[in-house]
């Protein structure tokens, strides 16, 4: 076995280069005479602009420039674009208001950018916007869906008929309807799935040069693709053949779906440098992450689900109201309907589905993609549902599951929604989750809680992702002059590792030294196309790439080995890194025949691109189990066990590293993370971390995650399925679904996230006001 390929739990490469300060961030990168950006930013959640005063601003030490959205809109700059569209379900297209990079008739939520000021430094930047005189007409504002759609409800963007941007509807609503009325149950739940903030490690920045020799605009931005923001500021925003651009990423401090993203504080940054022929940089700070960054989630849900007198589900139906924002942001529209659908009926055998989602502006800041991107909400909906089904029908939360699920039998599967299944098998892996949990043990560690004064509670949840995002992942391989070999790829580390796994598939398909394998990524002058990182798809679809690519160095060179050796390419056995002539012990290594290659004056050098057949479907089961505090409603998660399907496994201890943070964020979902704003004002009261509730070490609990490899997939050329979301898709529901456990025993009602300990202890003390009367 190579020391360090395929499966071994090898040390992240770029570690060293983290932990000891040596990381280049946007931020670290500066050029000869660089100018800083501050924005000026509305204190306003809904206001006409009447004028904006900048005479004292631009007449301030050290400023060089101050724009307003006047001069962005005349020189004919576009905003940011919808770029994942919707149709109604009467087959016209949804509402979406231009989002412009800089407002400049009216503002739509509290902190959007309204003028720019370009200083010698940052702190003269900072001290001259605030020398920016707005003039405001306030308006008043909506934050709250539901209000928003109600009739009488005001209007978020001026010249609107209402602020519904989109009606959709996916599904059998007529056989759901007939299903649900000849069943011998039906079991309802309302949902609200909070609005979050995804705050990254390290915040949005944007630094834009131009290049001397090229006349390129260079953009430094951290992000999860460079191809993708290139192609949306060519051709939607300035409208210039994409070749003017050459976007970089360097290290990526976190992303987590929300740096996909162009945003407007990207095509204003670029406008100046270009206008200025300057360098131009603006780094975020917290505050202006969570006001501006893309929030999560943020969906209202009624659901219903039927049940046959033996407990199978015989129907499904969902309405949502979800809260878009302000904006329809990039795949804002597409995140609650197309991406939540195809999955809506996870890892169940229900015969018929119906979805109907209406997408609505608020005076909020864009909700768009965060961890899972719709798969969490779909699966956290009807995992709750299952759980109360379960109660209502006297079952067991396990064994209604069992029931109800796709037979490993059935595969390959298409669900309700359309989707096909190539391979899973979900009763297994709840099983071997329970098994692993002691669920037979539950009855006896309640019961020492109960001693000690502690209500105890326990959830389980199965789920199932699919991964997206770009179908197409082209890697190419190079040899270099030193023997080592260079694995350029267009997806993007956002810290996941990849420098280390993507080496490791490639050392051990070429047979060299790991340490001789270096990864190149991030930058549109080295890497010719790419996908970025988003979706689940970095490993699954590059390393796929880098197996095609790696078998086309390793034909390219038996040739040339074959005529050095004198011997017929077809009799050449490749194994660990050298080609010997079959029944011989003549041979050479690959290392050798690079500098043959070399020599000659053409290189070992092979692109070859992985077209993805299908998405590939990880699974799995979480359970989870909570001690509370009856006195103070706090929770405490006690033990976690979580059983994964992630088909072939390049580095388990970089997978384990993606469930933990998964869990993480969903643990903090479930627990405090919430987004909040006022409803009279539109002011986001969790503007820091005094108010944000974010998970620090001590919330979090040992995690007993346990890695299945026996259903490998066909989707992928390494059988591997991805795995950054599925922490998070089904953390919430397990977690939540133990608390409802916990508190329905006491009889207490079930609550929705976040579980604070308020929302919990007045939930315990309502049942017991109850309870006395």
Same mark, same amino acid.
């Given at each position: 076995m190579l020391k360090f390929g395929i499966g071994q739990a090898v040390r992240r490469v770029e570690d060293r280069r983290f932990l000891t300060g040596h990381g280049r961030y946007t931020d670290d990168i500066s050029f000869e005479g660089q100018l800083h950006v501050a924005f000026v930013r509305s204190p306003h959640a809904a206001a006409r602009i009447l004028a904006v005063d900048t005479a004292d601003a631009a007449?301030?030490?050290? =400023?060089?420039? =101050? %724009?307003?959205?006047?001069? *962005?809109d005349a020189d004919g700059v576009g905003g940011v674009p919808a770029v994942a569209r919707v149709k109604n379900a009467d087959g016209s297209g949804m509402q979406a208001p231009k989002r412009p990079a800089l407002a400049a008739d009216a503002v739509h939520f509290a902190g959007e950018a309204v003028a720019m000021v370009v200083a010698t430094d940052p702190v003269a930047a900072r001290d001259a916007a605030e020398l920016v005189v707005v003039d405001y007409d306030e308006r008043p504002a909506v934050v709250d869906p539901l209000k928003a759609v109600e009739e009488d409800a005001v209007v978020v963007h001026d010249g609107t008929p209402s602020n519904l941007c989109f009606d959709w509807r996916q599904g059998k609503a007529a056989e759901v309807e007939t299903a649900m009325a000849a069943a011998h149950q039906v079991v309802e739940i309302d949902i609200v799935n909070n609005r979050v903030s995804a705050n990254p490690l390290e915040p949005r920045a944007v630094n834009a040069t131009i290049d001397a020799e090229t006349g390129q605009t260079v953009v430094y931005t951290n992000g999860q693709g460079v191809h993708g923001l290139r192609g949306i500021l060519a051709d939607a925003v300035f409208k210039v053949p994409a070749d003017e651009f050459r976007v970089v990423m360097p290290d990526v401090g976190g992303g987590f779906g929300m740096k996909i993203f162009l945003y407007p504080e990207h095509v204003a940054v670029i406008y100046a440098a270009r206008k200025l022929r300057r360098p131009v940089k603006w780094t975020g700070d917290r505050s202006e992450s969570l006001l501006t960054d893309a929030h999560g989630r943020d969906l209202r849900t009624h659901a219903r689900l039927? +049940?046959?007198?033996?407990?199978? %589900?015989?129907? %499904?139906?969902?309405?949502? =109201?979800?809260? +878009?924002?302000?904006?329809?942001? &990039?795949f804002g529209a597409m995140i609650p309907t197309s991406a939540a659908a195809g999955l809506a009926t996870t890892v169940y055998a229900i015969p018929v589905a119906a979805l109907h989602v209406k997408g609505v502006f608020t005076n909020t800041a864009p909700v768009d993609a965060y961890r899972g991107a719709g798969r969490p909400e779909a699966n956290y909906l009807i995992e709750r549902l299952i759980d109360t089904a379960a109660r209502a029908t006297g079952r067991s939360p396990a064994e209604l599951r069992r029931i109800n699920y796709i037979p490993a039998t059935a595969m390959p599967y298409t669900n309700a929604m359309g989707t096909t299944y190539d391979c899973g098998d979900f009763a297994l892996m709840q099983s071997r989750a329970l098994e692993a949990a002691d669920m037979a043990g539950f009855a006896e560690r309640r019961r020492q809680s109960a001693a000690k004064g502690r209500l105890r509670g326990i959830g389980m949840a199965s789920y199932i992702e699919w991964t997206q995002g770009n179908p197409k992942e082209e890697v190419r391989i190079r040899f270099e002059a030193d023997g080592s070999a260079t694995v350029l790829v267009g997806t993007q580390s956002n810290g996941q590792g990849h420098e280390t796994s993507f080496a490791q598939v490639a050392a051990e398909l070429l047979g060299m030294p790991f340490e001789k394998v270096q990864v190149v990524m991030g930058d549109t002058a080295r890497v010719k196309t790419g996908g970025g990182t988003g979706g689940s798809r970095s490993l699954q679809m590059a390393g796929s790439a880098i197996r095609l690519a790696s078998e086309a160095v390793v034909e390219r060179a038996r040739s040339i080995a074959a005529e050095k050796l004198e011997a017929a390419a077809e009799d050449l056995v490749f194994e660990d890194g050298r080609f010997t002539v079959a029944g011989t012990d003549l041979g050479m290594d690959m290392e050798a025949v690079a500098q043959i290659a070399l020599d000659a004056g053409a290189p070992l050098d092979e692109s070859r691109t992985f077209d993805r057949p299908a998405p590939t479907f990880p699974n799995g089961c979480h359970v989870a189990e909570v001690e509370i505090d009856p006195e103070t409603g706090r929770v405490e998660p006690v033990r976690y066990v979580v059983a994964d399907d992630f088909g072939k496994v390049?580095? $388990?201890?970089?997978?384990?590293? /993606?469930? &933990?943070?998964?869990?993480? /964020?969903? +643990?903090? /979902?479930? #627990?405090?993370?919430?987004? =909040?704003?006022?409803?009279?004002?539109? &002011? +986001? #009261?969790?503007g820091s971390f005094m108010d944000y509730g974010m998970p620090r070490a001590e919330d979090m609990i040992f995690l007993d995650i346990r890695l299945y490899e026996d259903l490998p997939t066909a989707?992928?050329? *390494?059988?591997?399925?991805?795995?950054?979301?599925?922490?998070?898709?089904?953390?919430? $529901?397990?977690i939540m679904n133990a608390i409802n456990d916990a508190l329905i025993a006491e009889g207490a009602g079930e609550i929705d996230m976040p579980a604070t300990p308020a929302r919990v202890w007045a939930a315990l003390g309502a049942a017991r006001s109850t309870a006395a009367a």
């Open positions: 007449a301030a030490e050290g =400023v060089v420039a =101050v %724009f307003t959205g006047a001069d *962005l039927g +049940l046959d007198a033996d407990g199978r %589900f015989t129907a %499904f139906e969902v309405s949502t =109201v979800a809260n +878009l924002g302000a904006y329809a942001s &990039q390049v580095n $388990p201890m970089i997978v384990m590293g /993606q469930v &933990q943070g998964g869990v993480a /964020q969903g +643990l903090g /979902q479930a #627990l405090m993370e919430h987004a =909040v704003y006022d409803e009279d004002s539109g &002011q +986001l #009261l969790t989707s992928s050329g *390494l059988g591997s399925k991805g795995c950054g979301e599925a922490g998070t898709i089904g953390a919430c $529901p397990a």
